[in-house]
């Protein structure tokens, strides 16, 4: 496709026939039939779709979109290459400062970043621009039609160890190797990825895609050893002085499960959301046809916590094949923290959810496996230091619940592996390493690190944003030498 398709380049659209112009929802299955089946929700964009959306951008003056991206894409610049009909410039324009946009058009909350500060989306009567699903279009068209290729850089002869082969780490990589380093990830499990790979599921991001991005950085000479614990095979201090490498970036993410610290939490069928997520995503519990996968199904689930995790979780839980999958939760809807479109999805998909409701404890039967477990319903006091209100018990108000499998999604902290084998580095009072926040230099001389092992648990983007800063910041340490 090409701009051949542009029917308004003689006769440019104004601002007012712009903002007349309804905002286009992707196609999507429908509840009844996706939730039996892991394959994608929505369907995209078709390309004329894609283009009178593209038109809804005025190009404002001052590009509040590109502020609120955390990787600084120039949105009005794409979207004005997807309007022409350009969808391969598009691509090229998006990969100038992101190179895992088919992932972030998918994953990103976009609604709380580039299309929270959209100029026309501030008036009541005019949605955003449809920022995420243009750039997803985008990088699905190029798949198809072009090759999707982003150079690497004349090389320096310097070296890079990247620790950890998610978000922030791919990105560092990335944005490293296009500047001509030579680039290693070190990736403790056996495929690369980090949570898009384990923690999101499915029909939210294809397998299938994300091995797609993460070919180009192949293509592009990023070299991946997977199955390497750095902090037991190696340590960061081995990279730095035995093997050649020039700097050390850590992004090893807050991968180690809260658990709720109740009576019968070990029981079988009781899983912390990594766990459940996991056996899905790396064990293929997904194509069941193909792959058994060692996991519990049963009638009834139960996911304790109202974050993103917790949405994916019993989602994945009702296409398993529980019948009877709900959120169970300590606060209000209010509180909720979930993105309001996984939430939406969840409840077309038949998700029950149950508030103000917190475990006391799991009940086993005779084989050590769950069958019940018993809540206590609360009621909300004054906030926290979250800013949302505090739970506190309602007396006598205990009752019980027959389940056959549990997920507790509560959050996460940080891997302590590598902090914990690596001296000189500081850390915060939860575990998490310490880093200059414009930069992601640690306490460590040539040891940098971003994403959840430093923010904690966040968004992909959020991880990507601090790998962006990262990868500059050690450019300029290798080519200065000033620490």
Request: glycine residues 10%; neutral net charge; contains cysteine.
């Amino acid at each position: 496709m090409n701009k051949s398709l542009n029917t308004d380049e003689q006769n440019p659209l104004g601002s007012k026939e712009r903002l007349k112009i309804k905002r286009h929802e992707m196609q999507s299955q429908s509840p009844e039939e996706r939730k039996r089946n892991f394959k994608e929700v929505p369907y995209g964009y078709s390309p004329e779709e894609a283009m009178d959306e593209a038109k809804r951008c005025i190009q404002c003056k001052r590009p509040y979109c590109i502020e609120g991206c955390p990787v600084n894409i120039d949105i009005p610049a794409f979207v004005r290459l997807v309007e022409e009909g350009d969808f391969l410039g598009a691509a090229k324009k998006i990969k100038e400062n992101n190179s895992l946009p088919a992932i972030c058009g998918r994953v990103c909350p976009q609604e709380d970043q580039c299309e929270k500060v959209c100029t026309i989306g501030k008036r009541k009567d005019t949605p955003s621009v449809a920022i995420g699903n243009l750039e997803r279009f985008v990088a699905d068209y190029e798949a198809k039609y072009g090759d999707g290729r982003i150079e690497a850089g004349s090389r320096k002869g310097k070296k890079i160890a990247v620790v950890g082969g998610g978000p922030a780490g791919l990105t560092v990589a990335g944005d490293l190797c296009k500047m001509g380093y030579s680039v290693s990830i070190f990736e403790a499990l056996h495929e690369i990825g980090g949570v898009l790979m384990y923690g999101i599921p499915e029909f939210r991001l294809p397998k299938a895609i994300l091995s797609r991005e993460l070919k180009v950085l192949e293509d592009m000479g990023v070299e991946i050893f997977t199955n390497a614990v750095i902090g037991k095979t190696l340590t960061v201090d081995e990279l730095l002085n035995e093997r050649g490498y020039g700097a050390v970036f850590i992004g090893t993410g807050a991968g180690t499960p809260k658990f709720l610290n109740i009576p019968g939490e070990e029981l079988n069928g009781v899983y912390s959301a990594n766990e459940f997520l996991t056996r899905v995503n790396l064990m293929r519990a997904y194509n069941r046809s193909e792959y058994d996968t060692p996991i519990k199904c049963g009638r009834t689930l139960v996911v304790f916590g109202a974050g993103n995790t917790a949405m994916d979780a019993v989602r994945t839980g009702l296409r398993l094949g529980y019948d009877d999958a709900r959120i169970f939760y300590r606060r209000s809807r209010k509180e909720m923290t979930a993105r309001l479109e996984e939430v939406h999805h969840a409840e077309q998909e038949g998700i029950k959810f149950e508030f103000l409701i917190n475990p006391v404890k799991f009940i086993g039967d005779e084989n050590h496996n769950v069958s019940a477990v018993e809540c206590q319903r609360m009621e909300l006091g004054e906030p926290d230091e979250s800013g949302r209100r505090r739970p506190i018990p309602v007396a006598g108000s205990e009752f019980i619940t027959n389940i056959d499998a549990a997920v507790i999604a509560i959050g996460t902290n940080a891997n302590p592996i590598v902090p914990s084998t690596t001296p000189g580095m500081h850390l915060n009072k939860w575990g998490h390493i310490i880093v200059d926040e414009n930069t992601g230099k640690t306490t460590k001389k040539g040891v940098f690190a971003g994403g959840d092992i430093v923010t904690g648990a966040a968004t992909v983007i959020l991880a990507m944003g601090a790998g962006k800063r990262s990868a500059a910041a050690i450019d300029k340490y290798l080519e200065t030498g000033i620490w």
